[in-house]
Structures are given as C-alpha cells and as structure tokens.
C-alpha cells in the first residue's frame, strides 16, 4: 500500500497559490485514476483505490501547513505503513518555477509543512517531490508570496510539473523510488 500526500492549505482563497501546488498534484492523481477524494478522516480528505494492482491512498491534509504531520502520522498509524510507503509532494521555494526534483530523505529547507512531518515521524527518511516555485522577488514577503497566484507564464510551466510528478508518482507504483528518482533528477 501507498501514500501519496500533496500539502497545501484547505480554503478557497488558498486554491491556486504557490503553497499549494502539492494539492494540485493530488487532485491530478485522483482524476487521472479515478479515485475520488471523498472521506474526511485523519485531520484531512482521502482517497483509496488500485492502481497497476497497488493499494492507493491519497491525502490532502486539512490541518493548514503547518501542522500537514498530525494528518499524515495518523494515515500512517492507522494502516500501519512503513515510512518508505510514503511519498509528499510540496512547493519549494530553492527551485526554479516548474522544476521537480525527487529525494528520500533530507531537511525540511525552512518548508513549514515538511518540518511538521518530520516531527510527526521522528525522521527525514521519506520520499518526496519537491516542485519549484522560486523566490520571491526583493521588496516581497515569503509568506504573501507563497500564498499569491502564479502568473499567466507560470502557469503554463507548472501546468508541467503537475503532469510530471504524476507520471513521477505513476512510475514510483512499480518501481522504487531510488530508479524513479533518477530518471526525473537529470
């Protein structure tokens, strides 16, 4: 059994911003095999289906960022998954707009909602796609730039990061992580 989670916060004013583009992800995945998210449970929205003969689930936290690990470690706990079942999805802001880029482990690189999941689970040994967003410019804050829509130019190319960390996260059901990693980190 899997989990996929893509952060973000629940609200109508946040759909479309930079920090919630792991929601994005999620909502593609859920479309794409047909796996509606329609259970409240675990502090967030889930999912459950099969994919390629995998178990699915997929989560949205609805605790708001920073607290995206309550959510996740009572998924965990509840169906009793190892850690290495487990792949986030995130906005990062250390990356180009659109470029991904997977890992298995690391810090939380200053993201409220990883930090959070690495409380939660006592460790940094989980998979992850983290999907650029860039800086902001000078003169704008972290927090109003996270949460600001992206632009018509960026929209096109983070339309294309969504697509690739499906197919990412498609690819990751039959192979391990460390081969998916290396065919999308070049």
């Keep these: 059994m899997k989990l996929i ?3 973000g916060n629940p609200g109508k004013q946040y759909e479309k911003t930079r920090h919630n583009i792991g929601f994005e ?3 593609a995945l859920s479309e794409n095999w047909r796996i509606p998210l329609n259970q409240g449970k675990f502090k967030g929205i889930i ?3 099969l ?3 995998e178990k699915v689930i997929l989560l949205k936290p609805l605790t708001y960022m920073n607290l995206s690990g309550e959510s996740i470690r009572a998924v965990i ?3 009793d998954l190892e850690q290495e079942d487990l792949l ?5 802001l250390d990356l180009p ?3 991904i880029r997977l890992r298995q482990k690391g810090s939380a690189g200053g993201h409220n909602g990883i930090k959070s999941t690495i409380a939660h689970l006592g460790s940094q040994q989980f998979n992850r796609i983290r999907i650029g967003i860039d800086r902001p410019l000078t003169g704008i804050k972290v927090p109003d730039y996270v949460l600001g829509r992206f632009t018509k130019e960026e929209q096109n190319v983070m339309a294309n990061a969504v697509i690739k960390s499906t197919e990412a996260c498609n690819q990751w059901l039959d192979e391990p992580f460390l ?8």
């Design 5 to 7: 989670v893509g952060l």
């Design 25 to 27: 992800v999620v909502d």
């Design 47 to 49: 999912g459950m289906g």
């Design 51 to 53: 994919v390629n003969g």
């Design 77 to 79: 706990d509840y169906y």
């Design 88 to 92: 986030v999805i995130y906005d990062d």
């Design 97 to 99: 707009v659109g470029k």
């Design 179 to 186: 081969q998916v990693m290396n065919k999308y980190n070049q």
